[in-house]
């Protein structure tokens, strides 16, 4: 069964940090590319970031871009999402979720992060 | 980047009616069309890929349709279990868009 368990998440001051984690489990993670998706809460999902199964492609959404940093580690099997300068914009439940031939077929439960003074 | 909008923005259906979910892409992505549901507190959950195609598990009463900019997702008979918030998302490669959800409400 697939896995994906998101930690990390909490209470932060703006402009400060974060980093989210993502643990896989039940599929050969290295073989698969991965995102990241947030939700504002009461509002709809959006897309964060993405990486290749190797790491050699990256992306970032306008929003979030030379903020935030999205990394892997195959050998842990785990996702990763650096988050600097945060914004009270920020503020959401944010989901690791696998990629299979362009659609999100697996997601985490979500980790909340709140930015608030 | 390609943009998503999908309506109605909210519904509110019986059980067993029959319910299309709308969804527009600001340009042509062929079939690369995915449709998701989600229920307050829980990740999202797939339910079509590619257009047309149903995802392991869910119910035949799902299906989708369309290509290049308009695509449909039609329920045949809502059960109680299908009122929840959908969103539709390209596949056209990164940034992977969503629309902004259409929530489906008990009338």
């Known amino acids: 069964e697939v896995q994906l368990v998101e930690s990390g998440g909490g209470v932060v001051q703006p402009g400060g940090s974060l980093r989210l984690s993502c643990a896989a489990s039940g599929f050969i993670f290295r073989d698969y590319e991965m995102n990241w998706v947030r939700q504002a809460p009461g509002k709809g999902l959006e897309w964060v970031s993405y990486i290749s199964s190797s790491a050699s492609t990256i992306y970032y959404a306008d929003s979030v871009k030379g903020r935030f940093t999205i990394s892997r580690d195959n050998a842990k099997n785990s996702l990763y999402l650096q988050m600097n300068s945060l914004r009270a914009e920020d503020t959401a439940v944010y989901y690791c979720a696998r990629l299979w031939f362009g659609n999100f077929d697996d997601w985490g439960q979500g980790t909340l992060v709140t930015v608030s003074s | 980047d390609i943009q998503m909008t999908q309506s109605p923005s909210s519904l509110s259906a019986s059980i067993g009616d029959r319910v299309t979910i709308t969804c527009r892409a600001s340009?042509?992505?062929?079939?690369?069309l995915n449709w998701y549901h989600q229920k307050p507190g829980k990740a999202p959950n797939l339910l079509i890929y590619?257009?047309?195609n149903l995802q392991s598990g869910v119910p035949s009463r799902f299906s989708g349709s369309g290509s290049g900019t308009d695509f449909t997702l039609t329920i045949s008979s809502l059960q109680p279990e299908d009122f929840a918030t959908y969103y539709c998302q390209h596949s056209y490669g990164p940034p992977y868009s969503f629309g902004q959800g259409t929530k489906l409400e008990i009338k």
């Open positions: 590619a257009a047309s």
């Open positions: 340009q042509s992505i062929s079939t690369y």
